[in-house]
């Protein structure tokens, strides 16, 4: 007998609900793929509001992606953009990370390379693992991609516990650092689960890695079943613009591109490809964006001390902090009356927590103002 709890889709859960409920279906939906999906932050839309809720950077991208948009060419738009690996864009990103092409994978997005590599690297019968508190998109892939899984608690101060992951199972998906504690796992750990998981793919989601933590990808030379997931979407501001990419070894590089092209040969459009090489290229400008905001998130830390938040030690674009009096549901709607966005889930652990997105320090001074009247008097306590 199987140890493995085997997770039943959210889904089928539903069905069944709402099957009991006697809410009427129509026989077409007996035999659909049903999911609950993933749900982002709000996006208010024309309003002059504080957005400190989806980790967006504040800062615009890099000069030469403004100079570069105007020169887009006109003509190459009627063309199909060329695969992503033969683009400037591939040349600039391995030149930067200082590997070869065929260790690389660009797609639209982080989510879009996460998606894929789900589809393709986790066909085991034996369960993903990844850890209870994390990115909320994992579990919806596994639901969709019908790959069983199994999620591990996080200790007591959100870290992620390496002994976990030694258990046989189907491959092994964590960021690092993690989301949506802002928790950077030390090299050494995150090598000793991708070494105790040699028979599976291990990904590293890096999505925050380059506000201030080490990146893993030197172990791509060691570890054939590694694969390091990045994106332009944070620290080089280029959210809108769907740029992710993946490093690893060429041979499982290369069954990522099987599969993507057997989905959909093109994906990264000709404007995203074009810009993206601009922000690779400016690596002053990118350095000097992610000190901005380390600095600035230092600054919050010492704010939201004062103002009786505590948090663990974040290394992402954001801090994942509670307040020792006040709960994060008040404070989540009464920021939102002032037109200040964070990010508050509705989830057990985590309800008491909210996710505060490091903005420019003109927008965190704002912030620090609306939390001095809603958390008042319970200030200051330290
Ligand atoms: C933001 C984020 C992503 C996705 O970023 P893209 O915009 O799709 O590149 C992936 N993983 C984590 C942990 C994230 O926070």
Redesign the pocket.
Same mark, same amino acid.
């Given at each position: 007998m199987s140890a493995w709890r085997t997770i039943r889709y959210r889904a089928e859960q539903e069905a069944e609900r709402s099957a009991k409920k006697g809410i009427e279906r129509m026989k077409w939906e007996d035999n659909i793929r049903k999911i609950t999906p993933y749900t982002p932050g709000e996006q208010p839309n024309g309003r002059n509001v504080i957005k400190l809720n989806t980790?967006e950077n504040p800062y615009p991208p890099a000069p030469g992606v403004a100079d570069q948009l105007v020169m887009l060419n006109l003509d190459q738009m009627r063309l199909y953009p060329a695969f992503p690996e033969q683009t400037k864009l591939a040349e600039a990103l391995a030149k930067h990370y200082q590997i070869q092409k065929d260790q690389l994978f660009i797609g639209v !997005? =982080? $989510? $879009?390379?996460?998606s894929l590599a789900f589809m393709t690297f986790f066909q085991s019968k034996r369960p993903v693992f990844f850890p209870d508190i +994390?990115?909320s &998109?994992y579990d919806v892939w596994a639901d969709l991609y019908r790959i069983p899984y199994e999620t591990k608690a996080l200790d007591e101060n959100f870290c992620i516990r390496p002994e976990d992951y030694r258990q046989p199972n189907g491959g092994v998906v964590f960021?690092n650092p993690n989301?949506p504690t802002g928790v950077l796992m030390d090299l050494r750990q995150v090598e000793e689960i991708i070494e105790a998981n040699r028979d599976v793919v291990v990904i590293v989601?890096e999505?925050?890695i380059d506000f201030g933590g080490i990146s893993c990808l030197p172990l791509i030379r060691k570890y054939d079943n590694l694969l390091v997931?990045q +994106? &332009? =979407?944070?620290s080089r501001s280029m959210?809108g613009m769907?740029? !992710?990419y993946a490093m690893g070894n060429p041979k499982l590089i290369g069954y990522l591109n099987d599969v993507k092209y057997a989905v959909n040969s093109y994906t990264l459009n000709y404007a995203a490809l074009q810009l993206g090489v601009e922000a690779v290229k400016d690596e002053a400008y990118f350095r000097e964006n992610c000190d901005k905001i380390v600095t600035t998130r230092r600054h919050a830390e010492e704010a939201l001390r004062r103002l009786g938040f505590v948090f663990p030690k974040s290394y !992402?674009n954001f801090i994942f902090a509670s307040h020792k009096v006040v709960e994060a549901r008040e404070i989540f709607e009464k920021l939102k009356e002032n037109d200040i966005y964070v990010r508050w889930w509705n989830k057990k652990g985590i309800d008491n927590y909210l996710r505060i997105t490091i903005g420019t320090e003109e927008q965190m001074e704002a912030l620090y103002r609306a939390l001095e009247k809603i958390c008042g008097q319970n200030s200051n306590l330290r």
């Open positions: 980790n !997005g =982080s $989510d $879009d390379v996460l +994390t990115y &998109f960021p989301a989601d999505a925050y997931v +994106t &332009f =979407s944070k959210a769907r740029i !992710g !992402g």
